[in-house]
Every structure is written in structure tokens, then in C-alpha cells.
């Protein structure tokens, strides 16, 4: 199991975990894929979990794009987790850096995601830092507007959702650093561990 550097509980129950690991290997009901919009896994994150999932998932996910046509910021995809952990992929769409509207495009893409898993009955969902890699995202400002999307879903009263864990899972030290700094600022009495 990948250690929680920084958690949080929100008044609804829901808790935020800040961890250091590898997405592909997260224990939770589904994680999110920071996608393309024609969800084409053939780089970073997205590569990463066709590999470690199988080519089912990027099979499944040409038959999504042929049936709703390309992946918007604020609509994700959802297909199977083929040999994951997660038992599904929550396929979201970031903004590249400098294409215009990048934090708002941003937070749809994190929004949609809560929402979906949500929607869904998946009770805890693993996040990456979208947009922050082959996008060119900086990751300090990528930090802010994540964060602060889900503190905006968690503001949803408790029946509302059944989601109770998000795990904004995090591979590199660089990328990780700055999240902390942003979780630590947010929440200043956020504890670590299990």
C-alpha cells in the first residue's frame, strides 16, 4: 500500500488522502485517467494504465469515442479496469497549457470526475494530477484549482454521495511536493498515515 503523506475529513464525511504512489496499483473502486479527447492511451498516465489494465481498456475506450464522439473537459468516459485493482476508469480530459480558460477547464475535469464516480456508487476514487504532465499544467497552479475542486464537491451534504475517499495519488517527488504545500496551506492540522 502507497503511504498518505497528508489527509483531511470534510464535514460530509468524505475524506481527501494525499499519496505518494503508483495510480495503476490503487485499492479503490475506480481511478481516473488523465485522458485525451479521443482517449488515444499512448502516453504517460494513460499509457501507464493500458499496461498495467490490459488492452481491453483501450479497446473499450475507441468503442466509447465511436458512441459519444470525443471526451469533453466536464463529461468524462468510463470504461472496465481490465486486470487493475480499480474495477473502472474514469477517463478525464484536461486542458493543455496555454490553450485558453485552463483553470476552469481544469476543475470541470475533476468535477466531472467526483461526480461520475459519485453518480456511480463508487465509494472511493483514485485522482491523479491531471494536466500537470504531458500538458504542461504547472503543478502549483494544478495544485490550487484540484484541491479546491474537491473541496467544492465535498461540500455536498453526506446523502448526497456515496463517495467517502479520495485518494489524489501522486508518483513523482517533484509533483508531489507542491500538492503538499497546497495541502498544508488548505488544511494546516491535516494528519498523515493510514
Same mark, same amino acid.
Given at each position: 500500500m502507497s503511504p498518505i503523506v497528508?489527509? $483531511?475529513? %470534510?464535514?460530509?464525511? *468524505? $475524506?481527501l488522502a494525499l499519496?505518494?504512489?503508483?495510480?495503476t496499483k490503487a485499492q479503490v473502486s475506480a481511478i481516473v485517467n488523465a485522458a485525451n479527447e479521443r482517449l488515444s492511451h499512448g502516453a504517460g498516465l494513460a499509457?501507464?494504465?493500458?499496461?498495467? @489494465?490490459?488492452?481491453?481498456i483501450q479497446t473499450q475506450s475507441d468503442r466509447w469515442v465511436e458512441e459519444h464522439g470525443p471526451v469533453s473537459h466536464d463529461r468524462p468516459a468510463i470504461? @472496465?479496469?481490465?486486470? *487493475?485493482?480499480a474495477k473502472w476508469v474514469i477517463h478525464a480530459v484536461g486542458p493543455r497549457w496555454g490553450v485558453g480558460d485552463e483553470d476552469a477547464k481544469l476543475a470541470a475535469a475533476v468535477g466531472g470526475s467526483l461526480e461520475l464516480a459519485a453518480a456511480r456508487g463508487f465509494d472511493s476514487l483514485g485522482l491523479p494530477p491531471i494536466? $500537470? @504532465?504531458? %500538458?504542461? %499544467?504547472?503543478v502549483e497552479r494544478a495544485a490550487d484549482v484540484i484541491l479546491d475542486s474537491i473541496a467544492t %464537491?465535498?461540500?455536498?451534504?453526506?446523502?448526497?454521495?456515496?463517495l467517502r475517499m479520495v485518494q489524489l495519488t501522486i508518483l513523482d517527488q517533484a509533483t508531489l511536493d507542491p500538492? *503538499? $504545500?497546497?495541502?498544508k496551506a488548505r488544511?494546516?492540522?491535516?494528519?498523515?498515515?493510514?
Open positions: 497528508a489527509r $483531511t475529513q %470534510f464535514e460530509n464525511g *468524505l $475524506t499519496v505518494h504512489g503508483d495510480l499509457a501507464a494504465i493500458v499496461r498495467a @489494465g490490459g488492452p481491453d470504461t @472496465g479496469g481490465g486486470q *487493475l485493482p494536466s $500537470t @504532465g504531458i %500538458f504542461g %499544467f504547472p %464537491f465535498a461540500q455536498q451534504p453526506a446523502k448526497a454521495s456515496p500538492f *503538499l $504545500t497546497a495541502f488544511w494546516p492540522q491535516a494528519g498523515a498515515g493510514p
